[in-house]
């Protein structure tokens, strides 16, 4: 059974909108990339490997800072993404972020929320559940570029900064099929919020309950580390997305995505 899920608040939703966004300023950031605040707007960039030039918690309080936050990425000439909830998509953004040459093109993204579980479950008899260590390490790293489909410019880096940035004391998961790597997740607390992350399947493993499979085993994580809340993120309507819905987490809002536009 599930305990009952929290009425979604204006507040919550300022809460999740935050804890999606990376933390300035720590040592758990990835190599490479360097995470700024303007006013409550949460601001990374990266140079190099996994694209990662994207705006959070951009809201109408912190209209009057976009020209400092667009010129924190072009000190590196590099272009962001900005991620807008409902709650900051007001009728100041829009105008300001258009202005700025940029257009609203994505609408997908869907944030999720919900109580960890109550009564731990147990996985399909044909998938077997690992936490990550060094002993494993490598089978996860292949498993993670092969379960995004890194494309070739950047899956090296991406796998190398997969390697550099574990630590044994992260909750990151394999699962296998037959012994084989097929499935990789990841877990993270934070403020007592328990964030599902790193997901993905393995193409030759795809429809055989891995994911739904992770998903729940990192709700019953999440239970035992005593976390409050559990929030993921999956485009909307995919397989990720109905998965989680099936663990029990419910949609909280749907982020839209702003990025510049040739004039």
């Keep these: 059974m ?29 190599p490479g990339v360097v ?29 009057p800072r976009l020209s400092d936050i667009l010129a924190f990425y072009a000190a590196d000439k590099l272009e962001p993404t900005f991620y807008l909830t409902p709650v900051g998509l007001t ?17 997908e993204q869907a944030i999720l929320y919900g109580p960890p579980s109550s009564e731990l479950t147990s996985s399909p008899r044909h998938i077997t559940i690992e936490r ?3 002993e494993n390490l490598e089978e996860y790293v292949i498993a993670l570029a092969d379960g995004f489909e890194m494309p070739s410019s950047w ?4 796998i190398e900064e ?50 739904l499979a992770l998903v729940r085993h990192r709700l019953d994580v999440a239970y035992m ?4 809340l559990v929030m993921g993120g999956a485009n909307f309507g995919s397989g990720s997305f109905r998965n989680q819905l099936r663990a029990g987490l419910r949609l909280a809002y ?9 004039r």
């Design 91 to 107: 009728r100041d953004v829009a105008p300001a972020l258009t202005g700025a040459g940029f257009a609203q093109l994505e609408f």
């Design 35 to 63: 995470v700024a605040q303007f006013g409550r707007t949460i601001a990374a960039k990266a140079k190099g490997g996994r694209p990662s030039n994207k705006v959070y918690c951009f809201g109408p309080d912190d209209v």
């Design 254 to 262: 749907i982020e839209s995505g702003w990025r510049r536009v040739a």
């Design 162 to 211: 997969a390697r550099r940035t574990f630590s044994p004391d992260e909750h990151r998961y394999l699962a296998r099929i037959g012994g084989e790597p097929a499935a990789v997740a990841s877990l993270r607390i934070r403020e007592g919020v328990a964030s599902l992350g790193g997901g993905a399947t393995v193409p030759r493993f795809r429809g055989k309950g891995c994911h």
């Design 2 to 30: 599930k305990r009952d899920i929290p009425l979604l608040t204006l507040d919550l939703a300022r809460r999740l909108e935050r804890l999606v966004a990376p933390e300035p300023a720590v040592p758990s950031n990835p």
């Design 155 to 158: 899956r090296s880096a991406g």
């Design 225 to 228: 580390l005593g976390a409050t």
């Design 132 to 134: 990550v260590t060094v």
